[in-house]
């Protein structure tokens, strides 16, 4: 069958908050099979726990926020992304303060701390939420419409349109898609990071967001160009990371998906209102296995490093 994964060791890292800009220790563990991926602030006594859960993310400014018991742990994003690129299904993360740590602005550094615990196959098989009918939200009307939407489809692939109005995001892809049939979540989408506008960093500072940003952790833009000296890392990275992103949102509904995922200017708080109305609706998914590899959407057998199964 297709086994749930977990890493085979503890590994830790320090880093900073992007908007807290408060230092925080990051611990990542294993964890039993059916776990699923469980953080934990463990500065506070009692130690809360937060599920990766759609239904327990609050705040949605600027990054996704699980909030419990009076707590909350924040920007838990990329790294839920990493999780869902790596096919790891359960494992604790520790942290000592209430934001993961930024790193350098996109998933890679989580990959890495990933592979160098390892992944470990646990003798239970790995659920799948499998869409059946298609979900979509919306918000906004005319020029101001955002929407997101859930479509079958055996594998999973996204699709994503943004638009920024700003010279140095408009003389780039503004579409992109990622079909894990073919592609690699970790070449092709892992590296690309955050960004933001100088122009809106007193704003956010000013509602406490974006204090621990800087050139090491986003690509930062002035009203014509990019100011980080190594420019981008893919032609197309501001949507790509917005595909991050996606994936690790769509990560907290607990199961890798079997979908296509199509977007047009969404963000965290409609990527949950997405989960929601997913969930809402028991009737456009179900709850899938494969006994045996062979069986499951090639997309995933080439994402967890299975692709002996095709021959």
Not at 209 to 231: C, K, Q, T
């Amino acid at each position: 069958m297709l086994n749930q994964r977990t890493v085979k060791q503890l590994v830790k890292t320090t880093g900073v908050g992007l908007h807290s800009g408060t230092k925080v220790e990051l611990t990542l563990r294993p964890a039993a099979p059916n776990t699923g991926i469980v953080f934990r602030r463990v500065d506070l006594t009692p130690v809360i726990d937060f599920a990766a859960s759609a239904l327990m993310v609050g705040d949605t400014r600027m990054a996704s926020t699980l909030e419990h018991g009076g707590a909350k742990v924040s920007t838990v994003e990329h790294l839920m992304s990493a999780c869902a690129g790596l096919g790891i299904d359960n494992l604790y993360v520790d942290v000592t303060a209430e934001e993961i740590p930024i790193m350098d602005g996109s998933a890679s550094s989580f990959v890495f701390l990933l592979q160098q615990a390892g992944l470990q196959e646990q003798a239970a098989a790995r659920k799948f939420i499998r869409v059946i009918k298609p979900v979509e939200v919306r918000e906004g009307t005319g020029a101001q419409e955002k929407w997101a939407r859930l479509e079958p489809y055996n594998g999973f692939k996204l699709k994503f349109f943004i638009e920024f109005n700003h010279p140095a995001v408009d003389g780039t892809g503004q579409t992109a898609e990622v079909d894990f049939t073919v592609e690699s979540y970790v070449k092709e989408v892992s590296r690309a990071r955050t960004f933001g506008f100088m122009q809106d960093v007193e704003m956010l500072r000013g509602l406490g967001l974006a204090r621990g940003g800087s050139l090491e952790n986003a690509i930062v833009m002035d009203e014509y160009r990019i100011l980080n000296a190594d420019g981008l890392r893919y032609e197309n990275e501001f949507v790509r990371h917005k595909i991050l992103d996606a994936i690790g949102d769509l990560y907290l509904v607990g199961h890798p998906l079997l979908a296509a995922y199509g977007a047009h200017k969404s963000g965290h708080t409609l990527n949950n209102l997405l989960l929601r109305e997913l969930l809402a609706h028991p009737e456009c998914y179900e709850i899938v296995t494969f006994d045996t590899p062979e069986r499951a959407p090639h997309g995933y057998l080439r994402q967890l490093g299975l692709e002996w199964a095709l021959n």
